[in-house]
């Protein structure tokens, strides 16, 4: 699998400025994020009708027009921060980042996961699949 996306979202703060952040992503984990700050205003996206998402031509699609108002907007903003995020940097925010999937993912399974038994990505790759083995010699069993 190799899934790419890159996600931007923005919002007023309290000076009146617009924060807008950038994420890429590869197989849903971070790869880069950057941040800037704009003092224009963002396109409005309530103001896309069925008419622009219904057509055929992809140059008039509300897709182009947003895209090239938000560089627009971003070449003439100031960035407050950009980096590569490593595999170091999301083992150690583990905690916050994955946990809240992993326990969705259990309570959809129906299954239980002793969340003692890792604190990074990697342990509980090498958990998950520990018990992915003990089921299936289980299964074997019978």
Not at 40 to 69: C, F, V, W, Y
Not at 77 to 101: A, H, Y
Request: net charge positive.
């Amino acid at each position: 699998m190799n899934e790419q996306s890159i996600t931007i979202r923005w919002e007023k703060n309290a000076d009146g400025g617009t924060d807008i952040s950038v994420s890429g992503d590869i197989n849903y984990q971070t790869h880069f994020r950057e941040a800037f700050l704009s003092l224009d205003n963002m396109p409005p996206l309530h103001d896309i009708t069925e008419r622009e998402t219904s057509g055929e031509s992809a140059g008039k699609s509300a897709t182009i027009a947003l895209l090239t108002q938000l560089i627009a907007i971003i070449r003439k903003s100031d960035k407050t921060s950009g980096q590569i995020i490593s595999e170091q940097m999301r083992n150690s925010k583990f905690p916050f980042t994955d946990l809240v999937p992993i326990r969705r993912f259990a309570e959809i399974a129906g299954i239980k996961f002793d969340e003692q038994k890792f604190r990074n990505r990697r342990e509980f790759q090498m958990y998950f699949q520990s018990l992915l083995k003990g089921n299936k010699r289980q299964e074997e069993r019978r």
